[in-house]
């Protein structure tokens, strides 16, 4: 019997352990769970070596423990390879437990912003502001001039005046909230007038109808599926109506016989009837230039124009900011919002503030906004540009044997917004009949890498939208493609 074949001589958990490898690991996760981890291995190992020969053990997390076994049978019993071998073992045992369960992915979707993919990716600046402010002690709530408790949300809310010229501004924990305390706030045990095409479903359980129930407001419907006209409205207002609302149709469009009240018409007739018009914007796209290239997505100024009292919108959509909503409007309602009781429950955190607060800066300077801020970087991106770079992508590619293309395709925005515009821009192809895995298993390889990479499949082909990919990602997708297309397919 070789050394390696005794169970009993196994290296020890206390020698193991003093790996210098095994740092960072107890770093950040501490020294009990690697132990715990060690001993894992070395009961598995235990196990493995107490089988016959002819018994191959098929623990999963033990990739490396054949190898150790082959070590011992070869008669070397190198009790330093042994423990090399474990402490690799348990290397990639713990780099799996140590993977947190939200991860970062490589979004090659082609949707800008994917609700599931966490929406808009922050500016540098946004970054280098939540870095500042949670890393130390921040003035959060204390005014530096009177040395007085302060404002979470005061200068931010400036900022939006400024930006906007609105009356009043004020920062909530997302636009689902904002509409909630809109409601909460101005409509309880009231009614609310809202078109049939507008009571709409956003995802996530948000539903106007149940939102409004949820509120105290009374829910007013009126006119078609498809069509609303302004006189539905008018015939609806009575001594009981607390405001009109207009909800945008985020993440569906309607044709056909269809017609809608404008917000215009809505804000003069609540204002001849002495009501407040309270908007659900949604998207709250800032940038003229995204405006134009989403024709027909309304933006934050043109709702302003509209004369809409209480606009309300997310931060993480269009806008390209932290998740956070937005109100804003004339203060009469903004300040009736600002003291409800429910402000507290859905008040921002100081990460996300100090995220919101950097981008809204860049917004004053849209040239700097275009360069900055990831959403509108990406989807103004030159799409010549874009070919060029796909194209030079795919000749590295298909320099390592992998069936790569440039393609036209079409972007989509996502996460909720313009639905039916489809933006023309360039992809690349990955034709899975050319090597020797199908569609679904190179998708499935690609989700399966560290970070995992997602693709879209159209007919039987894999594009990559590299619109959404940095040039360092880039090269990890050159790397995993020609790795995983030189596999081929597990045997059943
Ligand atoms: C997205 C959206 C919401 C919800 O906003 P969150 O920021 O996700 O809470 C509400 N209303 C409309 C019209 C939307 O598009």
């Not at 994917?114 to 280098?128: E, I, M, S, V």
């Not at 005014?143 to 005046?161: K, V, Y």
């Not at 305390?181 to 359980?205: F, K, N, P």
Request: proline share 5%; net charge negative; glycine share 6%.
């Amino acid at each position: 019997m070789t050394i390696i074949d005794s169970p009993r001589l196994l290296p020890k958990v206390d020698d193991l352990l003093r790996d210098p490898r095994l740092d960072a690991f107890r770093e950040s996760m501490g020294h009990v769970p690697v132990r715990d981890a060690l001993r894992e291995i070395l009961e598995a190992a235990r196990q493995r070596l107490l089988q016959t020969e002819d018994q191959p053990g098929r623990h999963p997390d033990l990739i490396y423990l054949d190898q150790v076994l082959s070590a011992g049978r070869k008669d070397q019993p190198e009790s330093a390879l042994t423990s090399h071998l474990l402490i690799l073992a348990l290397l990639r045992k713990l780099e799996e437990e140590s993977r947190p369960g939200i991860r970062k992915v490589i979004n090659a979707t082609g949707a800008i912003l994917h609700t599931n993919l966490g929406r808009a990716p922050l500016a540098r600046q946004a970054l280098a502001a939540v870095k500042q402010l949670s890393e130390g002690y921040s003035s959060l709530e204390f005014d530096l001039e009177t040395n007085q408790r302060g404002q979470r949300t005061s200068s931010i809310e400036a900022l939006i005046r400024r930006l906007f010229d609105v009356e009043s501004a004020i920062v909530v924990n997302n636009n689902a909230a904002a509409v909630m305390l809109a409601l909460s706030a101005l409509c309880r045990g009231r009614e609310v007038i809202v078109s049939r095409g507008e009571l709409v479903e956003i995802g996530g359980r948000f539903r106007v109808p149940e939102i409004m129930e949820e509120s105290g407001a009374v829910l007013r419907e009126v006119g078609t599926t498809n069509k609303t006209h302004i006189l539905d409205y008018e015939r609806a207002v009575n001594e009981e109506t607390a405001a009109l609302m207009k909800v945008h149709r985020s993440n569906f469009s309607q044709t056909g016989f269809v017609g809608e009240a404008g917000v215009k018409e809505l804000a003069d007739l609540a204002h001849n009837q002495g009501l407040p018009l309270i908007y659900d914007l949604g998207s709250g796209c800032f940038s003229e230039d995204l405006a134009a290239l989403l024709a027909g997505e309304p933006t934050v100024a043109k709702a302003i124009g509209s004369g809409a009292d209480v606009i309300c919108f997310s931060g993480d959509k269009l806008l390209g900011g932290p998740q956070a909503g937005i109100i804003i409007g004339k203060s009469q309602y903004i300040d009736v919002m600002r003291s409800h009781p429910l402000m507290r429950a859905f008040r921002c955190d100081k990460m996300a503030l100090a995220a919101l607060e950097a981008t809204l800066v860049l917004y004053q300077d849209p040239d700097l906004a275009r360069a900055s801020i990831p959403i509108l970087r990406m989807a103004l991106t030159d799409r010549d540009a874009l070919r060029d770079r796909i194209r030079d992508l795919a000749l590295r590619l298909q320099d390592l044997s992998v069936p790569a293309a440039a393609v036209p395709s079409k972007l989509i925005m996502g996460g909720g917004s313009a639905p039916e515009i489809e933006i023309p821009s360039w992809a690349l192809e990955i034709d899975p009949q050319k090597t020797r895995l199908s569609a679904a298993s190179l998708e499935a390889r690609l989700r399966a890498f560290d970070p995992p990479i997602l693709c879209r499949t159209s007919r039987d082909v894999l594009l990559f939208d590299l619109r959404t990919v940095t040039e360092e990602e880039e090269r990890i997708l050159l790397f995993a493609l020609a790795d995983v297309c030189s596999k081929e397919e597990d045997p059943l």
